[in-house]
């Protein structure tokens, strides 16, 4: 009963749609009809600005990390059950019950279960993600890149079985949910963000 009592709130605090509530508490605006209509952190970021995505990318990780930390702070569980209910979290964030279920693709709901479960690794894997943000300016790209190297080194140099199984599945799961940024950077047509060297590249050939 516990198990089931914590992946249903871990569902509903997973379902808070971040993008949503900041967009129309401070900006008047419903992100889901602009820019890419996702209510994650770049479209954020894109429609709102940087204060704003910051704010809904510190929400998205904080979503993670809560819903992630019920077994060890209120039933001192084992904390391999950090991952398992955080994976409930990652669910609301993608289907949400308060919006219709859709949301977003789940990126820095992924990342605040990793803080939740190893600070230390959440440390390198946003070193990496943020690394590959400034190379590339494209947070599609970073995202389907740093999913790969991460759940790698969770297979080989922390050998944590259980966390390289839940890499792999939210690896496949990323890929699947990034399936339009997919054909857009095919195309030439991704957007980028507007810092990095992928951004100053892209101004230099246009002037």
Known sequence: MKIISMLIVAYLIGSIPSGVIIGKLFFHTD????GSGNIG?????RV???????????????????AALQPTLFFHMDNRYTLLIGLAAILGHTFSI????KGGKAVATSAGILLAYNWEFFLIASAIMFTLVYVTSMVSVASMTSFPIVTLIAIFY?????????????????FYRHRSNIARIKNGTESRVHFGLGW????KKRN
């Open 158 to 174: 922390y050998r944590d079985p259980l966390l390289s199984i839940v890499a792999l599945v939210l690896t496949g799961f990323i």
């Open 200 to 203: 100053r590249r892209q101004q």
């Open 41 to 45: 952190t770049t479209n954020t970021y």
């Open 31 to 34: 992100i889901r009809t602009t």
């Open 98 to 101: 308060y919006i219709g279920f």
């Open 48 to 66: 709102l600005g940087h204060v704003a995505g910051t704010v809904v990318m510190a929400m998205d990780i904080l979503k993670g990390t809560v």
